[in-house]
């Protein structure tokens, strides 16, 4: 049996929650394999929203196993909340949630690290969620992070301790004005809670039930335009968003992939700073926000709203080889004469079909303009009743792409979801 792979094709947001949330009853396990407390994954059922943020959005459904791969960055700190809220519900992850031992670690001073370093950048500031992602990531790198399998060792204090000195000379230079030990007391405590679940060897446990038939769905994080390598950087994220991700993230070989979803919005957002070429800074894109309700999930900051961009779509398409589509929020444009896509840029009076090194650049979308449906979709449940104004919209995406549309959602709820 493969592993299929969920993973977002924007800048994040386009509702990977809700559709893994729709996607588990097919699955027998769902994991995280990269981002962190970054991330917030909303879902929607029995009249209730849940935001998870590091733990794996299969938990809603019973007797499905949910793994944290080595490729997520976890704070003990959120990760207690988020136990602790599902526990209220009585859902106790202890008995089926298994944490890699190569996952790291979020250290309350890499959450201090990135208030100080977003804060000297200034103008130039990523807009981070300030979770502490960048710093962990780079001490991963650089070969000084602390794992989820140091907790248990005999020399976890003097690692933390290291790193801990290493940081506050850092922070000499990157000062900020996170409460550090105040943190620390909490992170400890949650430390503790940590210890209480299962470490496991999570490249062999995940090979072992991919030989055994087990079927797996990866869930991923953020959206490939985040992407540290694809994305617009330098306003991206610190991991690997795209496909590939999932095999450095988990520990399985790519020829060991099956089916990747890649899901969309019908149109797009941003939170943070960054270039974003589609962009509608007037009443339209204030509509999109108002109607999608378009606030961060992690932060609750608005989110920047825009047409969809069909060059972006292709270029991530190509890095992820997705198979399947997922369009979102479609419902949101319910009310709109006229829905653009953007199928080019002109740049210096070029225009330009595929994704530039740069898009930084004074830069204009081309659009191609298509007439709204003017109707409700958020009752509809069959691929008959879309109407063909939004079935034309979905076909020129199909065309251009080469992937077909198989899922369409059309609300929040976990039952306002089309299967074609
Ligand atoms: P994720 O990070 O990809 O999981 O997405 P978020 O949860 O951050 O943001 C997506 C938001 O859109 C959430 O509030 C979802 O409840 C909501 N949502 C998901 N699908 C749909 C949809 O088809 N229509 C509408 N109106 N809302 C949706
Ligand atoms: P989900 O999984 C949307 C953005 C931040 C910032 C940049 C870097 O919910 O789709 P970081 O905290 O990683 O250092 O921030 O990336 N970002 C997200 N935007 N959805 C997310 O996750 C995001 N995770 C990070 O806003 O621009
Ligand atoms: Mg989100």
């Known amino acids: 049996m493969k592993v299929d792979v969920l993973l977002g094709l924007q800048w994040g947001d386009e509702g990977k929650g809700k559709a893994v949330d729709v996607l588990t009853p097919n699955y027998d396990v769902i994991t995280r394999f990269q981002g962190g407390p970054n991330a917030g994954h909303s879902l929607e059922f029995n009249n209730m929203k849940h935001v998870l943020h590091t733990i794996p959005s299969g938990v809603f459904h019973q007797n499905k196993i949910n793994i944290i791969g080595n490729g997520v960055v976890v704070d003990p700190v959120t990760f207690a909340e988020e136990f602790n809220g599902l526990l209220k519900l009585g859902i106790d992850l202890r008995k089926n949630l298994y944490l890699s031992k190569k996952t790291h670690l979020i250290l309350p001073s890499h959450r201090a690290l990135?208030?100080?370093?977003?804060?000297?950048?200034?103008?130039?500031?990523?807009?981070?969620?300030?979770?502490?992602?960048?710093?962990?990531?780079?001490?991963?790198?650089?070969?000084?992070?602390?794992?989820?399998?140091?907790?248990?060792?005999?020399?976890?204090?003097?690692?933390?301790?290291?790193?801990?000195?290493?940081?506050?000379?850092?922070?000499?230079?990157?000062?900020?004005?996170?409460?550090?030990d105040e943190y620390e007391q909490e992170w400890m405590k949650s430390i503790e809670l940590l210890k209480e679940f299962t470490h496991i060897d999570s490249?062999?446990?995940?090979?072992?039930?991919?030989?055994?038939?087990?079927?797996?769905?990866?869930?991923?994080?953020?959206?490939?335009?985040?992407?540290?390598?694809?994305?617009?950087?330098?306003?991206?994220?610190?991991?690997?968003?795209?496909?590939a991700g999932a095999c450095t993230g988990m520990g399985i070989a790519p020829q060991k992939i099956g089916d990747v979803y890649g899901i969309?919005?019908?149109?797009?957002?941003?939170?943070?700073?960054?270039?974003?070429?589609?962009?509608?800074?007037?009443?339209?894109?204030?509509?999109?926000?108002?109607?999608?309700?378009?606030?961060?999930?992690?932060?609750?900051?608005?989110?920047?709203?825009?047409?969809?961009?069909?060059?972006?779509?292709?270029?991530?398409?190509?890095?992820?080889?997705?198979?399947?589509?997922?369009?979102?929020?479609?419902?949101?444009?319910?009310?709109?004469?006229?829905?653009?896509?953007?199928?080019?840029?002109?740049?210096?009076?070029?225009v330009v079909d595929y994704m530039p090194y740069d898009i930084d650049v004074d830069l204009e979308p081309l659009y191609k303009e298509f007439k709204g449906w003017k109707k409700d979709i958020t009752?509809?449940?069959?691929?008959?009743?879309?109407?063909?104004?939004?079935?034309?919209?979905?076909?020129?995406?199909?065309?251009?792409?080469?992937?077909?549309?198989?899922?369409?959602?059309?609300?929040?709820?976990?039952?306002?979801?089309?299967?074609?």
Not at 138 to 165: C, M, Q, V
């Open 203 to 243: 490249e062999h446990v995940i090979n072992n039930y991919v030989n055994e038939g087990k079927k797996m769905l990866a869930e991923g994080a953020q959206g490939t335009l985040l992407d540290i390598d694809f994305g617009t950087y330098p306003f991206v994220t610190s991991s690997n968003t795209v496909c």
């Open 264 to 350: 969309f919005k019908a149109y797009i957002t941003r939170v943070g700073s960054g270039p974003f070429p589609t962009e509608l800074n007037d009443q339209t894109g204030e509509e999109i926000r108002k109607i999608g309700r378009e606030f961060g999930a992690t932060t609750g900051r608005p989110r920047r709203c825009g047409w969809m961009d069909l060059v972006a779509l292709k270029y991530v398409v190509m890095l992820n080889g997705v198979t399947k589509l997922i369009m979102t929020k479609a419902d949101v444009l319910d009310a709109f004469d006229t829905i653009k896509i953007a199928t080019g840029y002109k740049i210096n009076g070029e």
């Open 114 to 180: 990135d208030a100080g370093k977003e804060a000297a950048k200034g103008k130039e500031k990523i807009g981070s969620t300030l979770k502490g992602i960048g710093p962990a990531y780079t001490d991963k790198t650089a070969r000084t992070g602390l794992r989820i399998g140091d907790i248990t060792s005999p020399k976890f204090n003097e690692k933390y301790n290291k790193a801990k000195d290493q940081h506050k000379k850092l922070l000499e230079i990157y000062p900020s004005d996170f409460n550090l």
């Open 379 to 420: 009752k509809m449940r069959n691929a008959d009743e879309l109407p063909a104004e939004l079935l034309e919209y979905i076909k020129f995406i199909e065309d251009q792409v080469g992937v077909p549309v198989s899922i369409v959602s059309v609300g929040p709820e976990r039952d306002a979801t089309i299967f074609r």
